[in-house]
């Protein structure tokens, strides 16, 4: 008769005829592995870096690990990655993270009385919150720096809400890539900064003020509608209307197209000043004639100015559309 023996209840299995052929062995319950090129390594000390440690919130603890936020943060170490969802309710929480964490928000609310998500160093998705800063001074919803420009800050499906403090912005960055991805800004002071980053990339509808200053990459922006934009020592390549637009001159513009207004308040002509240096490129400008709708035309200029010329004087308002030749 012959008898099988279960290689699970073994001490040790060994793997080839050899001495010093790798083993897998059981001491006192504790599994390790034994190979001649890397010596022995203890199982217990692994872990799987392709998955994710995944923590829940909510704001009544059935069904969830935690019901604070920033408890779920804090129990995923740094240099761990992290899922944390949270589930509806409102977050009375000003959050600090330094770790590599997706934040998913399923109907929730962070309500703050400074920033409600201050990010360093780390890699971080925040997704489908609804953001509201408090107190005074400069909060923010979202404050992001990576010391060394390595790391990675995306938003998405957010709202952020400042309509009651005139210093408070939507997003703050410094350093690091910035992305963001079908966001809702609430009220006059929803202005995001990007300083001294790599690189910002944005698909939105409509954002107010936008200010880039010194991103050593180009930046691609498609939006409905920006209020400002201000460029310092940057590169845009936009496809937006907006409402203003400034820059210094070591900044550029590349744009197949340029949207505005001008109101010719009774006058027969109306100088529109782009205030973004386009030195060095050729460009024309459509807009509608205020009398009988016809075309009119500037063509190949390369000047930071244009004017508009009305065949009858009066106080209408004219969109103007220009293309970089």
Known sequence: ??????????????????????YIENLDGGLSFY???????????????NS?????????????????????????????????????????????IRSNIDLVGLSAKIVSDGICIDIEDGNVTVQGFELIPGGVGQTRC????????????????????????AQSMAVYANKGSVYSYQN???????????????RFNALELYMGALTLSNVANKSYVSANYIREVTLVDS????????????????STVQSNQLRGSATFANADRVTVDLDCPLEG?????????????????????????????ATVPNAETVSWFLVIL
């Open 52 to 96: 994710p440690i995944v923590r829940r919130v909510s704001p009544v603890l059935q069904g969830a690990d935690y019901t604070s936020i920033q408890d779920a943060i804090d129990s995923i170490g740094v240099g761990e990655k992290g899922v944390i969802y949270v589930y509806g309710g409102t977050y009375l929480e000003s959050l600090t």
């Open 142 to 165: 979202i404050s992001f720096v990576s010391t060394d420009s390595s790391h990675k800050l995306v938003y998405k499906n957010c709202t952020f809400y400042n309509a009651e403090n």
């Open 235 to 250: 590169a845009l390549d936009m496809r937006s209307d907006y409402g203003s637009l400034s820059g210094d001159l070591n």
């Open 184 to 198: 809702e800004y609430v009220g006059d002071n929803s202005d995001t900064q990007i300083l001294n980053a790599e």
């Open 281 to 309: 490129f050729n460009y024309a400008v459509f807009s509608d004639n205020l009398s009988d709708h016809s075309t009119l035309v500037v063509q190949n200029r390369t000047a930071t100015s244009f004017d508009l010329v």
């Open 1 to 22: 008769m012959r008898i099988m023996v279960n290689p699970l209840r073994a001490n040790r299995i060994t793997f080839g005829a050899g001495a010093g052929s790798p």
């Open 35 to 49: 190979d001649p090129s890397v010596g022995s390594v203890d199982f217990q000390t692994l872990s799987n870096v």
